[in-house]
């Protein structure tokens, strides 16, 4: 598992609570310095420098409301979090399913999840379950470490499903074929069986 840079930690502080980055929020009496400092550790410096560096990389975005200046998260800023810049380009033939059951009174850190797993190419499957094509599991567990959420969560790695063709039009998948996949699998049990 990866140790999570400064600037994704407080990226994710930022968007978990909802907030705007003021223009002063990085001042040690700030909410956001001092969940960071007591969590984490982080100094006062290196703290207000990650926010220097975050507004010139552009995963902050500058806004003038009501006579303040304030920032909030880019897409950029977002992708930052996760490390996500792509999906993979080819299906490899599984399927990966999240099962979740986060109790009701941690509803904010399940729909936080859940809305991370959609920006993550999961789509909803059926009630807690959650299905996508792409072999990203390494940000699943990220996102799993960051909510503290291991001991709700299921990670499956399925190669047949019965509505396979509904959900490869879901994720517009092209290239392989569940006919094409079904054919080169049997070829291999045979040759095995040889």
């Keep these: 598992?990866?140790?999570?840079?400064?600037?994704?930690?407080?990226?994710?502080?930022?968007?978990?609570?909802?907030?705007?980055?003021?223009?002063?929020?990085?001042?040690?009496?700030?909410?956001?310095?001092?969940?960071?400092?007591?969590?984490?550790?982080?100094?006062r410096q290196a703290f207000y420098n990650a926010i220097?560096?975050?507004?010139?990389?552009?995963?902050?975005?500058?806004?003038?409301?009501?006579?303040?200046?304030?920032?909030?998260?880019?897409?950029?800023?977002?992708?930052?979090?996760?490390?996500?810049?792509?999906?993979?380009?080819?299906?490899?033939?599984?399927?990966?399913?999240v099962i979740f059951d986060i109790p009701e009174t941690k509803r904010d850190l399940r729909n936080f999840f859940r809305g991370k797993l959609q920006e993550l190419g999961y789509r909803f499957l059926q009630e807690s379950v959650w299905i996508c094509p792409y072999n990203i599991a390494d940000k699943v567990e990220d996102?799993?470490?960051?909510?503290?959420?291991?001991?709700?969560?299921?990670?499956?790695?399925?190669?047949?499903?019965?509505?396979?063709?509904?959900l490869m039009k879901l994720f517009n998948l092209k290239g392989r074929k569940y006919g094409e996949f079904l054919t080169k699998y049997n070829q291999i049990k045979t040759t095995d069986r040889k």
Aim: glycine share 6%.
């Design 1 to 43: 598992m990866k140790d999570f840079s400064l600037p994704q930690k407080i990226l994710l502080f930022l968007e978990e609570n909802g907030m705007v980055l003021h223009e002063t929020l990085y001042h040690p009496s700030r909410m956001a310095y001092h969940y960071l400092e007591t969590r984490d550790r982080i100094g």
């Design 52 to 97: 220097q560096r975050m507004k010139k990389q552009k995963l902050l975005q500058k806004k003038r409301q009501n006579g303040a200046t304030k920032f909030t998260i880019t897409e950029k800023g977002r992708l930052k979090i996760f490390g996500l810049n792509t999906k993979p380009d080819q299906w490899d033939g599984k399927w990966r399913i």
């Design 143 to 166: 996102l799993i470490a960051m909510c503290k959420v291991g001991q709700y969560i299921h990670y499956l790695v399925v190669e047949e499903l019965d509505n396979n063709n509904v």
